[in-house]
């Protein structure tokens, strides 16, 4: 039987399989999760920052001559997106109870929030542009940041997506199982984080 | 009561976002005992999206975000 050593007095137990060097790397693993969430909540918090500034900087909000945003479509494209949290949530919970029945529904209604909401805000954008004409270089700060922020959130739901597709298709192929799930882990996490910011972003471009 | 596209769209928000809230809030009253980090994690998470869909229901209701149509 091998035994090797691993950094951080891990060991890899070949009888025992992958299962050991899993629990041994684990925790690492989702510290470096975690830092990558913290990274990207500094890039968002950045570039949110800027926003404010510059709103609280000029004269009126939104500049003459831009409607306010439409609060009520936003309102029900939040709600799918926050939805969508929700089912992320039980979709993990019942994989950790082995229903794997309710877990792929779950994990499929999650899908199709996520992409709801992503139709939602390209209606949105298609709106903006042609009826509004508001656009990212032709109508000053406000166009500029709207377009940037709610953009950089939309590319991150675009990934998540993709990543959730990923995973309900491993999850299918038996790459995890009730005691080794650690991608559906990350993936839940990732998928708050886009949750939550949107909670950010819905207030402050929408609300206030 | 006057039913134009966005009173269904508040509707449906309000209702949503009820939804959403309770069944955040019962998630995270079910997950609150659970050790490890990445449950600490899931609870912050759990709260702030509650916290979301209140919002998304204030905004709905017109509490919120309720602004002249056209900017001053």
Redesign the interface.
């Known amino acids: 039987m091998a035994v090797a050593t691993l950094p951080h007095g891990a060991v890899y137990d070949e009888h025992e399989g992958v299962d050991q060097l899993y629990v041994e790397t684990r925790a690492l693993r989702l510290q470096g999760f975690l830092l990558f969430l913290v990274s990207d909540c500094v890039l968002f918090s950045s570039f949110i920052f800027a926003y404010l500034y510059m709103r609280n900087s000029g004269q009126g909000w939104p500049p003459p001559g831009i409607n306010r945003l439409d609060v009520a479509f936003a309102s029900l494209n939040s709600v799918i997106l926050f939805g969508s949290g929700a089912t992320m949530h039980y979709a993990l919970e019942n994989w950790k109870h082995n229903n794997f029945g309710k877990y792929a529904l779950f994990m499929i209604s999650t899908i199709i929030l996520g992409a709801m909401f992503l139709s939602g805000q390209a209606y949105e954008y298609t709106n903006l542009y042609f009826k509004e004409h508001v656009s990212w270089s032709g109508s000053g700060i406000f166009g500029a940041s709207f377009f940037t922020l709610t953009g950089m959130h939309g590319f991150h739901v675009s990934v998540g997506v993709v990543y959730l597709i990923i995973l309900f298709l491993q999850s299918i192929h038996g790459v995890y199982s009730k005691d080794k799930y650690f991608g559906l882990t990350a993936g839940t996490l990732y998928w708050h984080f886009v949750d939550v910011i949107w909670v950010v972003l819905f207030s402050i471009f929408y609300l206030i | 009561m006057h039913l134009d596209?966005?009173?269904i769209?508040?509707t449906?928000?309000i209702v949503?976002?009820i939804?959403?809230a309770i069944?955040?809030a019962i998630?995270l009253k079910n997950d609150w005992k659970t050790p490890g980090?990445?449950n600490q994690?899931?609870k912050i998470?759990?709260g702030?999206?509650a916290?979301?869909?209140v919002?998304?229901i204030l905004?709905?209701v017109g509490v919120?975000?309720?602004?002249?149509?056209?900017?001053?």
């Not at chain 2, 919120?64 to 001053?72: D, E, H, S, Y």
């Open positions: 596209i966005a009173t769209e508040r449906i928000a949503g976002g939804v959403v069944v955040s998630a980090m990445d994690v899931f998470m759990l702030l999206l916290l979301g869909a919002i998304a905004a709905g919120l975000g309720n602004f002249p149509t056209k900017a001053a």
